[in-house]
């Protein structure tokens, strides 16, 4: 995985030729998309030494915050190449949908499976259909969610305890800042932001680099890093 660079980003806004920074442009691209702001240069993350892309399968754009997955049966899999640490929130909108699953994995977790997030117990998926998934049962019965929708995850890795939100509201009545209405309760062990997709599915990670659709839970960071 190619790392980000600030002097190949800058040389090629100034050459006009970003042949050797692909991965800056991309990034510039999803950020100019995602907060609906033009740039006559190049838009880069506000914090690069700390948001965490993806690690995935194949190539995904807007330098692996973008995960598309093939049309067809096959799930395409991938997670944060940042260990969740303390408390943090994060978010992913599902830009366009057939089927996907959105949650954590832990560091047993193998992208290059044919499986979904939540199938056996190395990882969490929240299901577009409707519940967050642990080995192959529904742990809570969250919600359904549609194309276009914002959800939002807060982890706190001392105590294991999972949130989830839709459209600005928690699930379970969910409280992070107070500790209380958690979805699911994650066991000891180093655990990562994960997905799951498949039929052509697309979703776009918000690591901290850009403004948060909800609000951040107080005590939580602002971000995965």
């Known amino acids: 995985q190619r790392d980000y660079s600030v002097v190949r980003a800058i040389n090629a806004s100034i050459t006009g030729n970003w042949n050797e920074a692909g991965l800056e442009r991309e990034i510039s691209s999803e950020i100019e998309r995602q907060t609906g702001r033009a740039t006559s240069g190049f838009f880069m993350p506000h914090n690069l030494e700390m948001r965490a892309p993806y690690a995935v399968g194949s190539a995904t754009t807007g330098g692996n915050l973008v995960a598309t997955s093939p049309a067809g049966s096959t799930y395409y899999r991938g997670r944060g190449t940042i260990a969740l640490s303390g ?9 366009s949908l057939s089927i996907a699953e959105i949650g954590l994995c832990n560091s047993s977790f193998v992208i290059a499976t044919n499986a979904y997030l939540g199938s056996d117990g190395n990882g969490y998926g929240w ?17 359904s969610y549609a194309t276009g929708t914002v959800l939002g995850f807060a982890f706190d890795s001392a105590t294991g305890k999972i949130w989830i939100r839709k459209a600005g509201t928690w699930e379970n009545a969910g409280d992070p800042a107070a500790g209380t209405g958690n979805v699911a309760t994650a066991a000891a062990g180093t655990w990562y932001p994960a997905f799951s997709l498949r039929g052509g599915s697309v979703a776009t990670a918000n690591f901290g680099a850009t403004a948060f659709s909800g609000s951040v839970p107080s005590g939580f960071n602002s971000g995965v890093y």
């Open 87 to 95: 408390k943090q929130y994060w978010e992913v909108t599902v830009s």
């Open 127 to 143: 299901d577009n259909a409707g519940g967050f998934y642990l080995s192959v049962a529904s742990v809570y019965a969250a919600s």
